[in-house]
Structures are given as C-alpha cells and as structure tokens.
C-alpha cells in the first residue's frame, strides 16, 4: 500500500512565524503536490513538482514555497504566516506523468494565531 | 472561474438506494475524470476514474457516468451503505494538473 506522511496531524504556530510542513511517500513516485482544504473552497493546488529539485505553481502559491531535495520528500514552506493561512494542508503523491490517481496523507491542520 | 462545479453541497439518501453524484465541467480540454472520497480527519482516497474517450466506467457498487457533449459526470453508487457517508469530490485533469470541485457531502439515512 501507498503510504504518504506528514509530519504534524495540528500545528498551532503564530503570525509572522516561517512555518514548515513535511510530507514523505514511500511509494517511488515521480510526482508530489500540496493542496488546502477549506469550507465550501475544495482542495486548491499550491504546488507541485514533478522530480527531484523541479517545482511548479498550482493556483494559490502566494505566500508559500516548496522544496523538494529528495524524491520521497516534498516540503511546504510558509515565509511569514499569516491568520489567512489557517487551514488544512493535504500532500498527495502519484506514480508517472500519465492520469493516475493522486494518494493522499492525512493532512495537517494549521491554524495562525 | 470554476472549472469543476459540484452544484450539491449535500444530498441524503436512504441505506439500499442509489446514491448519484453530479459534476459539471466547463474545460472540453480535460482529459480524465476522478472521484474521491473524503471522511473528517482524513486525506482524500481515490474512488474511480474515466478517460473522456468512454462513457461508462464500472467497479463494484460504483459506476461513473460521462456525458462529454453535455459536459457532466455523475457517480452511481448502488446499492448506499452507512459507510460511504462521506465528502465526494469530482476531479479532473488537464496536461500536468489535477482541478477538484468543492465536494458533496454524502449522508446515508438508516
């Protein structure tokens, strides 16, 4: 089974704090995304990155950046964090640059106070 | 402006009825549909998919249906169980990116 981690399930961090979220997969797949989750919003793309070091803008990147040094590691990177932030995080990974289906973690909530 | 639009934030449906989901699409360029269901807490899990070149895609008690010429989905899920009580979100795909509408909240009456 496909599994995809992320290292904090509740995050609590304060405004103007560079904020770190981690998500590994154990799968070998090319491709990694991040995404949030809010009320009547859906999942919205912030980035994804399709190799090791590449990254590319989904639809919401402002105020965030991402780093991928390692296949099975994708991180998101939030420079200042801001109450507008607040929300959940989900990683996703997929296999190739075909139409497969994404797996998904557990997702981090994240609230800025 | 939505690419892909779940018009029902909720729909109720009695355990051993059909349960059918909807999703419109505006870009004729996507080139994939995929279902996914979401329980509180929990990441999104990959339900079913469909390539625009079909119409019909069947796995077990879900069915996706595609209308290409109308531009909709929908899920079928026969018959409802208390299970699959769930967010739904409809997906699709165009070259390297995956667009999810805002989901439907599923609930399964006893």
């Known amino acids: 089974d496909v599994k995809v981690t992320q290292s904090s399930r509740y995050l609590v961090k304060r405004t103007g704090e560079k904020v770190f979220l981690e998500c590994v997969q154990d799968?070998?797949?090319?491709?990694m995304f991040w995404y949030r989750q809010d009320p009547g919003l859906g999942l919205r793309l912030i980035y994804f990155?399709?190799?090791?070091?590449?990254?590319e803008k989904g639809d919401i990147p402002e105020g965030y950046s991402v780093s991928r040094e390692k296949k099975e590691r994708f991180s998101l990177i939030l420079e200042s964090a801001s109450t507008n932030q607040t929300s959940m995080y989900l990683c996703?990974?997929?296999f190739g640059r075909g139409p497969y289906e994404q797996y998904f973690g557990p997702g981090t909530r994240l609230t800025v106070t | 402006d939505q690419q892909v639009k779940q018009n029902s934030p909720s729909l109720s449906v009695q355990e051993g009825r059909i349960s059918i989901l909807n999703c419109d699409y505006t870009?004729?360029?996507?080139?994939?549909f995929l279902w996914y269901k979401k329980y509180p807490a929990e990441g999104p899990t990959f339900l079913i998919s469909?390539?625009?070149?079909?119409d019909k895609n069947e796995d077990g008690r879900f069915t996706v249906f595609l209308n290409k010429s109308a531009k909709h989905l929908s899920l079928h899920i026969v018959p409802s169980q208390p299970g699959d009580s769930a967010v739904y979100f409809c997906?699709?795909?165009?070259?390297?990116?995956?667009?999810f509408g805002k989901g439907t909240r599923l609930h399964i009456l006893p």
């Open positions: 799968m070998d797949h090319e491709n």
């Open positions: 996703a990974s997929s």
């Open positions: 469909i390539s625009s070149i079909k």
């Open positions: 997906a699709a795909r165009e070259d390297d990116k995956i667009i």
């Open positions: 990155s399709y190799d090791v070091k590449m990254k």
């Open positions: 870009n004729s360029m996507f080139d994939y």
